[in-house]
């Protein structure tokens, strides 16, 4: 099974920029449709966006879209969620995820691969 890391989260400014890195090893990503979703204090975890493996097929959670934007690096294993115009409201635990059989999903359960999460916390 695909071994996913998340990394670049911290604290921002409400109206400012992260980039979020998910790094797949033990297996390359390159069948993979892969996602984001996240989980706030209090809610049920939520998809943000999905990508499909020739990345050619993105899509994204209502609240996140226009702002934030998914890609994927194939040489790096790696994918990548672009995320603008942070508001309060983005504050969460962001999680990676790989589904091998390529499909776009925006359910957690179609996805098998999971990482350990990054915070993201969004000051106003």
């Known amino acids: 099974q695909v071994q996913l890391v998340e990394s670049g989260g911290g604290l921002v400014q409400s109206g400012g920029s992260l980039r979020l890195s998910c790094a797949g090893s033990?297996?390359?990503?390159?069948?993979?449709?892969m996602a984001w979703f996240r989980h706030a204090r209090g809610q049920e975890r939520e998809f943000v966006a999905a990508?499909?493996?020739?990345?050619?097929?993105?899509k994204y959670g209502d609240s996140v879209k226009g702002r934030f934007t998914i890609s994927r690096d194939m040489a790096k294993n790696t994918v990548y969620l672009q995320m603008s115009s942070l508001k309060p409201e983005d504050t969460a635990d962001y999680y990676c995820?790989?589904?091998?059989?390529?499909?776009?999903?925006?359910?957690?359960?179609?996805?098998?691969?999971w990482g350990q999460g990054t915070r993201v916390t969004v000051s106003s």
């Open positions: 990508i499909s493996w020739s990345g050619d097929n993105t």
């Open positions: 033990g297996y390359t990503l390159f069948t993979y449709a």
């Open positions: 995820a790989a589904d091998s059989l390529g499909i776009v999903g925006t359910h957690s359960y179609e996805y098998a691969s």
